[in-house]
C-alpha cells in the first residue's frame, strides 16, 4: 500500500532519529535494487532478557516503520537467538546456580533448564524473549542459531569461511594478543566428547573436503565437518557470517560493539556480501551508573517496568536520544509516563503539521496510528502525591477523589487513568513512601501557610487549578520568596514551591500545586496545612 504522499515528503527532510537511519536504507534499496529489506536484531541467551533486549527490537521497528513510510519496498524483522553459544558462566539470577555446572561451555540449547518448563536453558530463555516481544505486539521472525546451524541453513557460508580460512585469520589476529593468536581459530568444534564448544587451534583446515582437525579434550585428533552443527563461529566472524548469509541490510548494536564493528563488515565483505547499514546506541546503566548485564539480573527486567507503568511510557523511554547513556532504574518511570501523554496530547494538535507529526515520538511508537488521548487526563505524578496524602491502598480510594474532581470521569469510561491508579498506588507503596521525609515549617513558614489556607478558602470548592494556582501564587508573591523577572516584574521563587513539597508533601519536588490542590479538594487541602504546622506529618 503507498503512503501518503504528503507524509511521505515531510519523512524526506525529517530530523527523527529513525527517518535519518531510513533514508540510509532507501539510498541502499537504490544502489543494490533488492526488492526486500531484512532488519536483524541479535540476542544473546545467556540469561532472562532485560530492556535493553526489548529497547533494540522496539527501535529497530522504529527505523523499519519509518523505512515503510519513505519505501514501498517490503521488509521483514528476524529477531536472532545466539543460543548455540557456550555458557561461558552462570548467571547470577538462576533459581539454583550449582545444578549449571556441570553443562559449563555446552551450547545454551544443551543446558538443562534450571527452571524445568522447557527443553534447555536456551529454549526457556528463548521463549522469555518471545513472550516480552509478543507483548508489544512487535512483527517480526523468530530464528534459532541452532536451528540454522543443525538445519543446514548456514552450511553454504561456513563452507565458504572455511574455503576463505586465511583471509579472516587475517583479520582477526592483529586484533588478539599474542597468547590468543598461538590457538585462535574461526571455527570452534562442538566436542564429540563432551559436547561442550572447544576453544582450541586447529591442527589442519582442508576446504576442499569441508573439515577441520583439532584436538578433542582426550588428547585425541578428531576431524569433522564444518557443517550440520558440528561446529559454530566466534562470535565477531559469526557476526559478518550470519549477515552474509541471511542478506541482513540493517542491524544496531550497543556502544561496547563499535569497535568490532570494521570487523563484522569486513569478514561479511570477504564472504561475498555487502555489510549491513549500522545503527550504534549507547549502554544502559543502573542506578550505580554500572552497563546493566542479562547474566548479573541488575538495571529493570520488562515485567518490572510493566509493574509500575504502561508499555507505551517504556516505548517512549527507548525512543528517546537513543545515543545518549541513560540511567535504567525505577526513578525514571514517572517522568516516561507523564511525558508520554504529553506526546500523545500533542499529536492531536499537530493535525495539520505533518513535519511536527513526524517528530513526534507518539507516531513511531505507534507505528504511525497514535490513539486519541483520553480527555481529563491526570498525570501520573498527581497521582504518586495524591495516594500520598490520601493516604490510599485502593484504586478506589483514588476514584473517589477523581470523580469528585471531575464527575464525568470513571474507571469505565477513562481505562487508561484508570490503571494508572493502580500503578500509581504500587509505584507509591515500594518507591516513594519509603523515602517520603517531611519537616516541619520554621515559624514564618507557618504563618505563610496559615496565609495560604486562608486564601484557598476564599475559593469555591470546585474551583479551577489555574485560579488555585493564583491564590498560591499570590501568597507565594512576597519576601522572602519574591523574584525579579527578566521583564522586571515581581514573580514568584522556585523555593516557595520547594517549601511547599516539603513540608506537605514530604518531597523536594511536586505537580503543579494549583492542580493537585484541585484533585486533593480545597478543604483537604487545608485540612493537611493544620496537619503540617502542628508537626502530625513528620509523626
Request: negative net charge; glycine residues 8%.
Amino acid at each position: 500500500m503507498t503512503a501518503d504522499p504528503v507524509l511521505r515528503a515531510a519523512a524526506e527532510t525529517s530530523k527523527a532519529w529513525p527517518f535519518e537511519e531510513a533514508r540510509k536504507l532507501v539510498a541502499r534499496v537504490k544502489r543494490t535494487g533488492k526488492t526486500e529489506v531484512l532488519f536483524e536484531t541479535g540476542y544473546g541467551p545467556s540469561g532472562l532478557p532485560h530492556i535493553g533486549t526489548f529497547g533494540e527490537v522496539a527501535r529497530t521497528t522504529m527505523v523499519r516503520r519509518a523505512f515503510e513510510l519513505l519505501c514501498d519496498v517490503p521488509t521483514r524483522l528476524l529477531c536472532f537467538s545466539d543460543d548455540m553459544d557456550g555458557m561461558r558462566k552462570i548467571p547470577e539470577n538462576v533459581p539454583d546456580r550449582s545444578f549449571l555446572e556441570p553443562h559449563l561451555h555446552r551450547p545454551l540449547t544443551s543446558v538443562p533448564d534450571p527452571y524445568g518448563g522447557y527443553e534447555s536453558y536456551g529454549h526457556h530463555n528463548n521463549a522469555m524473549l518471545r513472550r516480552f516481544l509478543d507483548t508489544f505486539g512487535f512483527q517480526y521472525e523468530f530464528a534459532s542459531a541452532t536451528d540454522y546451524y543443525k538445519s543446514g541453513k548456514f552450511d553454504a557460508m561456513l563452507l565458504k569461511a572455511l574455503e576463505k580460512f586465511d583471509d579472516i585469520m587475517a583479520v582477526m589476529l592483529p586484533t588478539l594478543g599474542e597468547e590468543r593468536q598461538a590457538t585462535y581459530s574461526p571455527f570452534l568444534p562442538i566436542s564429540p566428547i563432551s559436547g561442550r564448544v572447544l576453544y582450541v587451534p586447529m591442527k589442519d583446515v582442508n576446504a576442499k573436503a569441508g573439515t577441520i582437525t583439532f584436538t578433542d579434550e582426550d588428547g585425541t585428533d578428531v576431524t569433522t565437518l564444518v557443517t550440520g552443527g558440528r561446529t559454530k563461529l566466534q562470535w565477531k566472524p559469526d557476526f559478518g557470517m550470519r549477515w552474509a548469509a541471511l542478506g541482513v541490510d540493517f542491524e544496531m548494536f550497543g556502544k561496547d560493539h563499535q569497535t568490532n564493528a570494521p570487523i563484522y563488515d569486513r569478514i561479511c565483505e570477504i564472504l561475498g556480501a555487502e555489510a549491513p547499514e549500522h545503527y550504534v546506541y549507547e549502554l544502559f546503566l543502573d542506578d550505580k551508573g554500572q552497563k546493566i548485564s542479562k547474566s548479573k539480573g541488575n538495571g529493570l527486567t520488562i515485567d518490572e517496568w510493566l509493574t509500575y507503568a504502561d508499555p507505551n511510557s517504556l516505548s517512549l523511554f527507548m525512543y528517546n536520544k537513543p545515543r545518549e547513556a541513560k540511567r535504567l532504574y525505577f526513578d525514571v518511570i514517572p517522568r516516561a509516563v507523564d511525558d508520554y501523554a504529553a506526546y500523545l496530547s500533542a499529536y492531536q494538535r499537530q493535525a495539520e503539521k505533518p513535519t511536527d507529526r513526524l517528530m513526534n515520538p507518539a507516531w513511531h511508537i505507534h507505528q504511525g496510528n497514535p490513539p486519541a488521548p483520553e480527555e481529563g487526563g491526570i498525570s501520573f505524578s498527581l497521582l504518586l502525591n495524591l495516594a500520598a496524602v490520601a493516604n490510599a491502598h485502593e484504586k478506589s480510594a483514588l476514584w473517589g477523589f477523581i470523580r469528585r474532581y471531575s464527575p464525568e470521569l470513571s474507571p469505565e469510561t477513562h481505562p487508561r487513568l484508570d490503571a494508572l491508579t493502580g500503578y500509581a498506588l504500587r509505584y507509591f507503596d515500594d518507591f516513594v513512601k519509603p523515602k517520603k521525609q517531611y519537616r516541619l515549617p520554621t515559624e514564618d513558614e507557618a504563618k505563610v501557610l496559615f496565609e495560604l489556607s486562608a486564601a484557598l478558602g476564599t475559593l469555591p470548592e470546585h474551583a479551577s487549578p489555574d485560579e488555585i494556582q493564583q491564590k498560591v501564587y499570590d501568597i507565594g508573591r512576597r519576601e522572602p520568596y519574591t523574584t525579579t523577572q527578566k521583564d522586571g516584574s515581581v514573580g514568584v521563587a522556585q523555593s516557595w514551591f520547594n517549601m511547599l513539597y516539603q513540608v506537605l508533601l514530604g518531597e523536594e519536588k511536586g505537580p503543579r500545586f494549583g492542580s493537585f490542590v484541585a484533585l486533593y479538594g480545597i478543604e483537604n487541602t487545608r485540612g493537611l496545612i493544620a496537619r503540617a504546622v502542628k508537626g502530625e506529618l513528620v509523626k
